[in-house]
């Protein structure tokens, strides 16, 4: 539960803590969205509906093949996480829909705490639903997500990267995690020296 979650996450003042969503789509499609709470940075995640969707007849409990069942989204988070340095994997905190579920073998393998929110309380990820709203500029509701390729949502979550922030007093969501990056390095390396 969020109330777990460390308090360092809540007030902002050390990154490396997300907040996580998917935006829904037409036709079971979806993008997962993921917001650094600290920086504002945004990672969009790819999620390709799986083999055999439209073909196989849904059935109750069967495979979930619209691309954001819980084992393609924990693999497909997984994948988005890596990318990141150790020290900006502290922890996730996602809504109480079943996308996530499998979300132990998601910390497991990825290192990345979870945590959820409390039910009906969207405002305890308010950067993530924040962020979710600028995003339907670019993806308007009613319509199928799984039109937009990898490259192309990449392009958009870095539109929003490089989008001055008045509460990050001007600057880019890039610039303050590149600034906390740079420091962080510039702060090893003193003390290896």
Not at 60 to 71: D, E, I, K, T, W
Not at 74 to 85: G, I, S
Not at 100 to 111: C, V
Request: avoid cysteine.
């Amino acid at each position: 539960m969020i109330s777990s979650r460390p308090a360092e996450a809540e007030d902002r003042a050390v990154p490396g803590h997300w907040e996580g969503d998917l935006i829904i789509g037409l036709n079971r499609s979806a993008i997962g969205t993921l917001v650094e709470r600290s920086s504002r940075f945004t990672m969009l995640v790819h999620l390709p509906r799986e083999n055999g969707y439209g073909l196989i007849p849904r059935t109750r409990n069967g495979p979930a093949l619209g691309g954001y069942g819980a084992v393609t989204m924990a693999n497909a988070l997984k994948k988005t996480v890596t990318t990141l340095p150790a020290h900006l994997k502290q922890s996730l905190t996602w809504d109480r829909g079943k996308g996530l579920s499998d979300h132990a073998r998601f910390t497991i393998e990825s290192g990345v705490k979870v945590f959820f929110a409390d039910p009906r309380s969207p405002w305890q990820r308010g950067t993530n639903d924040n962020k979710n709203g600028l995003l339907r500029q670019y993806f308007p509701k009613g319509t199928d997500l799984s039109r937009w390729s990898a490259p192309e949502i990449h392009a958009v979550a870095n539109a929003l990267n490089t989008r001055p922030r008045k509460t990050l007093g001007w600057m880019t969501p890039a610039e303050a995690l590149n600034k906390y990056l740079k420091s962080s390095q510039q702060a090893s390396v003193a003390t290896t020296g």
